[in-house]
């Protein structure tokens, strides 16, 4: 987890079922966690996913400080290569 730079808080704040879902979850062969392209309810576009998780973030409790930083990346996607 420290590699994509989640706080020893958030993950001790985990539920048993999260860390289940999360550790189970099938992998690449780097051990990334593999999204099928276009799964239901999860645009297969960085910028849709983004954009997404900014409408719904409120209702998950997100700070203000992590809800800045997702605009910071939709940002950069979006300035980005097309």
Same mark, same amino acid.
């Given at each position: 987890?420290? *590699?994509?730079?989640?706080?020893?808080? *958030?993950?001790?704040?985990?539920?048993?079922? /999260?860390?289940?879902?999360?550790?189970?979850?099938?992998?690449? +062969?780097?051990?990334?966690?593999?999204?099928?392209?276009?799964?239901?309810?999860?645009?297969?576009?960085?910028?849709?996913?983004?954009?997404? #998780? #900014?409408?719904?973030?409120?209702?998950?409790?997100?700070?203000?400080? /992590?809800?800045?930083?997702? +605009?910071?990346?939709?940002?950069?996607?979006?300035?980005?290569? /097309?």
């Amino acid at each position: 987890m420290s *590699e994509f730079k989640v706080p020893l808080g *958030e993950i001790y704040d985990l539920s048993p079922r /999260q860390v289940k879902e999360i550790y189970f979850h099938a992998r690449d +062969k780097d051990g990334a966690i593999q999204v099928p392209e276009g799964s239901p309810g999860i645009p297969g576009d960085p910028r849709a996913r983004l954009q997404q #998780l #900014l409408a719904i973030a409120p209702a998950l409790g997100v700070s203000a400080e /992590q809800l800045d930083e997702l +605009k910071r990346r939709l940002e950069a996607l979006n300035s980005g290569p /097309q």
